[in-house]
């Protein structure tokens, strides 16, 4: 069956740092891309990151640029998100999400979503 399954959140203070998981299975892989969106209560669902899986091309939302890094590992098929000085407002649920070709921050062009691991920033 495809899916994706997602690890890693928790709880972390302000300034602190967390890695997130998104291992895939039961789909070819190579022509991917592999987003990491977020929702915070009472918000909408944001783009963060996508990387693709044929060359490695990043993209980041503003709001994480110098903080936060999307990396893979193909022979794993897994996506990373490392994050880095996180701050309150970085607390969300955090989903990764597959989609065939090219990359997008925009929720609706996802069809495969993991199930989203919660990232909680506080002191």
């Known amino acids: 069956q495809v899916q994706l399954v997602e690890s890693g959140g928790g709880l972390v203070q302000p300034g602190g740092s967390l890695r997130l998981s998104c291992a895939a299975s039961?789909?070819?892989?190579?022509?991917?891309?592999i987003g990491w969106f977020r929702q915070a209560p009472g918000k909408e669902r944001e783009g963060v990151a996508y990387?693709?899986?044929?060359?490695?091309?990043?993209v980041y939302a503003d709001s994480v640029k110098g903080r936060f890094t999307i990396s893979r590992d193909n022979a794993k098929k897994t996506v990373y998100l490392q994050m880095n000085s996180l701050k309150p407002e970085d607390t969300a649920v955090y989903y990764c999400?597959?989609?065939?070709?090219?990359?997008?921050?925009?929720?609706?062009?996802?069809?495969?979503w993991g199930q989203g691991t919660q990232v909680t920033v506080s002191s």
């Open positions: 990387i693709t899986t044929s060359d490695g091309r990043v």
């Open positions: 999400a597959a989609r065939i070709g090219r990359g997008s921050l925009t929720t609706v062009d996802y069809r495969l």
């Open positions: 039961g789909f070819t892989w190579n022509y991917y891309a």
